[in-house]
DNA sequence: ATGAAAGCGCTAACAG
DNA sequence: CTGTTAGCGCTTTCAT
């Protein structure tokens, strides 16, 4: 009559478990179990002794044991390349919200956009057991592609891609907009628009590029290579891109400048008004995304918008669904783009001045 | 000879165990978790052939049955009232990159200041076994300290505290940060300031109340209690504690918000703008936090600045001594906040047009 | 240098 | 309704 030659709890400092329970409450280690997890049958008045014990023990079943038997741990991975980045802060908002309905905590990963940091990650939470992972890549080969292949896990993309990876996809239509953005420059009677964007390998730029380039080439607009200007995320080198595009000469100038991100937009616009440009009189900007800081800049940037919070909420319902039917889930959801028009754009009025 | 019945891995499909390892290289399971921990003594032969079948079978140790021996699972809670605010998710950057140097992964949860989803996330993550728990806490009672005790977690403090818990605490002294605030808009010339606060009830607004009054009082400035209007957190609250501020009739008006953090400020200056007051000229605005808004909005926000990502830097290496230490630490790290002037704020000129 | 065996805390048949 | 028991995948003595 002794189930198992376990150390006593006397002090109750020690972990406290089920056999602890079981005992205090005299019955077994299922009986328990079975009210812990409402399952089986048990007496109305067993079940109340057993929830008292529990409680008064203090008694915290061990998820991580119980996943053991099979269960999963109900936690999903996060990578993006930076929390601090507003789009991201947003759609890790959004899908954290929807990840408690469910039931689920995420693991947030800061990637940087470090290829090498994101397979780190990726391993990591392999061998945690996260039931599903959510992925900003910075990654776009096909090497990247066996390596989630062969993670064994559901893994789902939010905002970027891997061009022809069948799995979850919660995107936006880059290349369309790319269009607007440039479209709406264009319709206000721009001519001269420059093009400042993330590195050119990221999936997103490339498209809002083609973006650009279709528009310009619709209205017969020569598409120059000198404008198009590739920097990295922030608003430092927005701020650079814009120092660099005044330095060098152009002949004519642009009036106006589609940044491919709300930080890069800002940081041109900060540089252009300490040049002594003002915004939208000089030059227009766009930027994308439409983050918070687009209305809290000055002048409020025209933006194309995505909706980020949604997004979040989208890829996590899609994944989740995935891993409760055990499926690994290719749902391709492409939002349309929005254009935000605020007050950093406008017909030009003349050229730069130099 | 068969040292355990267990179903085959013929086509990979299933899960891959450190007995399939073992198998395929011939050797015991003892020694394969020998050569994965880097313990023990294996001949370099043995060493090499595992680790090889380890990479041809895609093996990946299972660290939640690991975290069952006792180990633990490297992994951080860690509860803010909103990562999308970017005070918060500049601390969160913070925290995970520090975490990350230590092989620990962080889950975040959103609490919207929430007593009671704070508990939720608490009790959740304690089943899950974290092996600490980072709060910014929306609760200041007697109550709540009893459930962080009963947690047996630990757990350590960011940016606000309950005042008397001891633990790690890593906070800014917010006293000095309100009388900072109130200080400098003081010696502009400024004696009809308002405050602007998040719910008296948060601990960092009751001491920036106390430094505001404090100031006031050293100056010999009476203080009015209906100036001091506590209202939510968002720039949305800003902008309405602003309005209601020109829609009461007040003489004289303020000439100057403190506005006790910058997402309030925002709003605030928003309102006021568009009522048709300039800033700084008719009225001053502060901040606090000086969160990357501050250089974004218009006019450039003077703030009272703490620094988000070392604290979220800081705690986390306090946490994770004092898990490795199996203690629960009890450091009170108390910054120092620092005033950043930027151009909100500047002499009253006259008082505001009614 | 290697392996057998005893857990870790819990779930899930399967018997009573 | 309740209890027995066999794992889950890995770590860790303790022999060999």
């Known amino acids: 009559m002794k189930p198992r030659e376990r150390q006593k709890n006397p002090t109750g400092s020690e972990k406290v478990t089920i056999y602890d329970i079981a005992e205090a409450a005299g019955v077994s280690i299922a009986t328990v179990s079975k009210v812990i997890n409402n399952r089986g049958r048990v007496s109305e008045q067993t079940r109340e002794r057993v929830l008292r014990i529990i409680r008064e023990l203090n008694y915290a079943p061990n998820r991580i044991t119980s996943a053991l038997g099979g269960k999963s741990m109900y936690t999903l991975g996060l990578l993006i390349p930076d929390i601090s980045n507003p789009f991201y802060s947003e759609i890790v908002r959004g899908a954290e919200d929807c990840g408690r309905k469910w039931g689920y905590n995420v693991l947030i990963c800061n990637t940087d956009n470090d290829t090498r940091r994101e397979m780190d990650y990726l391993l990591s939470l392999r061998e945690k057991r996260v039931d599903g992972i959510i992925l900003a890549t910075a990654s776009n080969t096909d090497t990247r592609r066996e390596d989630l292949e062969s993670l064994g896990i559901p893994v789902a993309?939010?905002?970027?891609?891997?061009?022809?990876?069948?799995?979850?996809?919660?995107?936006?239509?880059?290349?369309?907009?790319?269009?607007?953005?440039?479209?709406?420059?264009?319709?206000?009677?721009?001519?001269?628009?420059?093009?400042?964007?993330?590195?050119?390998?990221?999936?997103?730029?490339?498209?809002?590029?083609?973006?650009?380039?279709?528009?310009?080439?619709?209205?017969?607009?020569?598409?120059?290579?000198?404008?198009?200007?590739?920097?990295?995320?922030?608003?430092?080198?927005?701020?650079?891109?814009?120092?660099?595009?005044?330095?060098?000469?152009?002949?004519?100038?642009?009036?106006?400048?589609?940044?491919?991100?709300?930080?890069?937009?800002?940081?041109?616009?900060?540089?252009?008004?300490?040049?002594?440009?003002?915004?939208?009189?000089?030059?227009?900007?766009?930027?994308?995304?439409?983050?918070?800081?687009?209305?809290?800049?000055?002048?409020?940037?025209?933006?194309?918008?995505?909706?980020?919070?949604?997004?979040?909420?989208?890829?996590?319902?899609?994944?989740?669904?995935?891993?409760?039917?055990?499926?690994?889930?290719?749902?391709?959801?492409?939002?349309?783009?929005?254009?935000?028009?605020?007050?950093?754009?406008?017909?030009?009025?003349?050229?730069?001045?130099?």
């Open 157 to 354: 993309f939010i905002s970027r891609e891997i061009p022809g990876f069948e799995s979850i996809r919660v995107i936006v239509d880059n290349f369309r907009g790319g269009y607007l953005a440039t479209r709406h420059l264009i319709d206000l009677g721009h001519r001269n628009i420059a093009l400042f964007t993330e590195p050119l390998n990221i999936v997103t730029s490339s498209e809002r590029l083609r973006g650009y380039a279709e528009a310009l080439q619709e209205a017969g607009i020569p598409y120059r290579p000198e404008w198009v200007r590739p920097g990295g995320f922030g608003v430092e080198s927005g701020y650079r891109l814009a120092e660099a595009l005044l330095r060098d000469s152009h002949d004519p100038m642009p009036t106006a400048v589609f940044a491919a991100n709300d930080q890069l937009a800002i940081g041109a616009i900060q540089a252009f008004k300490e040049a002594g440009h003002s915004i939208p009189e000089d030059i227009s900007v766009v930027g994308f995304d439409n983050t918070i800081l687009c209305t809290i800049v000055d002048p409020p940037l025209t933006t194309v918008a995505q909706p980020m919070y949604d997004m979040g909420v989208k890829v996590v319902n899609l994944l989740i669904e995935a891993i409760q039917n055990e499926g690994s889930g290719s749902e391709r959801i492409v939002l349309e783009p929005k254009l935000v028009v605020r007050r950093s754009t406008a017909k030009p009025k003349s050229p730069l001045p130099r």
